[in-house]
């Protein structure tokens, strides 16, 4: 008896660890799925665009974001203890991601598109933060500072700002909607954050609703209307377009929006692509745009042989810069070679900016598999890429879109700074002269009372 006790013992002994380690195999496999997920949606969101620099460990900081007001530096998100978010809780790393606000109770600047991510849902944000803790190697890099200048430097001012203009709500779905649209309108409106470029921006730079989509200025690069309505374009091309960066319209990607390709759109399912693409193709449509008429854009024709000054002289600064620079890539005529994209009624020469052409020139554009187009920063001036830009967006795009070389400069120094940035000198100046007109007035009382001759 007592061997069959023993017995019996035994075998419910190793039942109860087989049991065990099946359930502790099924919890891995749960938090493995969850962090899993997060990672996509870290891939959907683009962290890595802000937050992992150029040779430094992922998620670790330190990309130096310029805006009107200054340069911002992205935080450190590895899961460090001592310098990322690594002693976070998940209802403080929610509240960062969704509200703006850290663990230690500081505002977050709103170049961390916190004001799209309020539309993630609680589930994804529980993935979310367990892919940044257990999936993210943790990174001790200490980021630099962000130094605005004051007022913005007191960071509680956000909170004003994110009461006037924060909507924290999560997104809730359509339900008149295919599920396909609510997906994109889902990713669209919340991690993708399209509108953080392709909306224009209020004095206190915040999103204008009422003109959702319609384009604006990054302060370089220009984030056009994305609306339906633009001739050229189908719900098909503009799947190719974010899978890719080309579409087969002739429209090529270049800044942000490559960036945003290549390390988010391009690494996304082509179901949610295709998602994201039904519901930017069902907004009302905005102002189309005509393209322009095919006596618009130029036939240029080959230089006859001859004397090389002779000919020179015969064209304009623009095209003569054009012919040294670009056409042995985009040829004279602007069809491009060798597979490389044609200028010749390219998208971006519709643009109600010529911004794009002058930073293309500038800065170049770089896929991420390094096979694009140079910069020309230290070799053309200002007024040479102004030049060209205006020579192409007239002769290839038929554009009377222009851009002058101090247009060109301040492209070429990050942009034109906020006229908050200029508005907040000057009140602090005035509060500076009111200050001393009072103390003024204090000491002027004082001597009169004391019987100080004056």
Known sequence: MADAMSTLLK????????????????????????IERGRYLAVAGDCAACHTAAGKAPFSGGVAIASPLGTIYSTNITPSRAHGIGAWTQQQFARALRAGVRADGSHLYPAMPYTAYARITDDDTAALYAYFMHGVRADDTSPPRTELPFPFSVRMSMGIWNWL?????PFEADTTRSAEWNRGAYLAQGLAHCATCHTPRNFLMAEQ????????????????????????????????????????????????????IDKSFSK?????????????????????????????????APLPR???????????????????????????????????????????????????????????VWPEDGQGMPGFAGELSDQEVADIGNYVMATFGGSKVAIDAARVRELRAGGAVSPLLLLARVGMVAAALALAVVVWQWLRRRKRRAGIPR
Request: with cysteine; net charge neutral.
């Open 268 to 300: 996304m399912a082509p179901e949610d692509i295709a998602a994201i693409a039904t519901y930017l193709n069902d907004l009302p449509p905005g102002q189309r745009a005509t393209a322009p008429p095919s006596a618009a854009v130029a036939v240029v």
């Open 165 to 169: 203009y924060l909507d924290g709500k």
């Open 11 to 34: 075998r419910l002994a190793c039942a109860l660890v087989l049991l065990g380690a099946a359930g502790l195999g099924r919890a891995a496999d749960a938090d493995a799925n969850l």
């Open 306 to 364: 001859g004397d090389v000054e002779a000919l020179a002289g015969r064209i304009g600064a623009g095209e003569r810069l054009y012919r040294n620079n670009c056409a042995s890539c985009h040829q004279a005529d602007g069809d491009g070679v060798r597979g490389l994209p044609a200028l010749r009624n390219h998208a971006v020469l519709r643009t109600p900016s010529a911004d794009n052409v002058a930073m293309a020139v500038l800065e170049g």
């Open 209 to 260: 609703s009422s003109r959702y989509l319609q384009g604006a200025s990054l302060g370089t690069w220009y984030a056009p209307d994305i609306r339906p309505g633009k001739p050229g374009w189908d719900r098909a091309m503009l799947v190719e377009y974010l899978r890719t960066g080309h579409a087969r319209n002739g429209a090529t990607a270049g800044g942000p929006m490559l960036e945003a």
